[in-house]
């Protein structure tokens, strides 16, 4: 067996540390639960010990299986061993909401507790939506001051270890600092060579909010995914000339802005030449080339828009940066 590749380490400001590459489960159409554990259980053995899953995704079940499974292969010697994120739904973003949705999820995922608790999008659904299966009209006003103290709340309790957002720009996140006793650990967001994302960056790096990337790879080939970044020239230069693959360029330029990266891939080849950036770096000239690369957002969540619905433009949801 080869040996398990290290991936290396970030602290978070609630003292956890968490891999810098997790392992995403966010797929459509999703494979059947046993086959995703035994993807899930590959994945631990080349070397990921940080995983992403959320309630929406209904991966949590397979994925819990696939820690179980670990442990009694021995691949993982204990449970703190592997770095589990969850998330909350938007149907459940209200102050009352979240422990039962986190105890669900703790019970789907065979855990005591997850390593990191994310709130999914500044956005709260109606009750009775299915899935992504809204309009901008399902969307009701959000108390981000109730569902924060929820939050704070599950991390008392040690059933959260951290607890962070997905999806907030400055405008959400000052909102929400203003009424934390427990600042955000993280903040969720789409970022890759496409989407530098870099004001939000600046703004959590004051706030010591740790950024990770999520589709930093353009989530290319999925559903809603965009070739923007794997069929991207400047990208694509630059990995012929290094030898490495466009998917290692775009995750080591996450890495050397300070972030973290949620990626997903279930091929074997490719998830461990995923982890396969740490001992090499991006020249000065390539970082240039990077930098010119046109910027666009590549997911916009327009189902959560409408002119008749509680967010009313693109501009509103992203904080004026859509």
Wanted: aromatic share 8%; hydrophobic share 40%.
């Amino acid at each position: 067996m080869e040996e398990a590749k290290k991936v290396p380490e970030v602290t978070l400001n609630s003292g956890t540390k968490m891999p810098i590459i997790g392992f995403g489960t966010a797929t459509s159409p999703l494979p059947q639960p046993q086959e995703l554990t035994s993807i899930i259980v590959d994945a631990i053995e080349i070397g990921y010990r940080h995983f992403d899953t959320a309630s929406i995704y209904g991966t949590e079940q397979p994925l819990g299986h696939a820690a179980s499974k670990a442990l009694e292969l021995g691949l993982i010697k204990n449970r703190d061993e592997v770095f589990i994120t969850s998330k909350l739904w938007a149907t459940d973003n209200h102050h009352d909401l979240v422990l039962p949705a986190l105890k669900t999820t703790l019970q789907k995922l065979g855990l005591e507790y997850v390593d990191l608790y994310l709130i999914h999008w500044p956005v709260r659904l109606r009750h009775g939506v299915e899935g992504f299966n809204c309009t901008g009209e399902d969307v009701i006003p959000i108390d981000i001051k109730g569902t924060w103290e929820a939050m704070e709340e599950c991390y008392k309790l040690g059933l959260a270890m951290s607890i962070g957002v997905s999806n907030f720009g400055i405008k959400k996140l000052t909102q929400l600092l203003e009424h934390a006793t427990i600042p955000p650990a993280v903040n969720q967001v789409e970022m890759n060579p496409s989407w530098h994302q870099g004001k939000l960056r600046e703004f959590c790096k004051q706030k010591g909010i740790h950024v990770t990337a999520w589709s930093p790879l353009g989530a290319y080939k999925v559903l809603w995914g965009s070739s923007a970044v794997m069929e991207n020239p400047i990208l694509h230069e630059i990995a012929m000339a290094r030898n490495k693959s466009v998917a290692q360029i775009a995750l080591r330029w996450i890495y050397e802005q300070g972030a973290s990266a949620i990626v997903k891939s279930f091929n074997k080849e490719r998830m461990k030449q995923n982890l396969d950036i740490f001992d090499w770096e991006l020249r000065p000239e390539e970082l240039d080339k990077i930098n010119q690369i046109p910027q666009c957002r590549l997911s916009k969540a327009e189902m959560f828009v409408s002119e008749n619905g509680h967010i009313k433009s693109l501009e509103e949801l992203w904080d004026g940066d859509p």
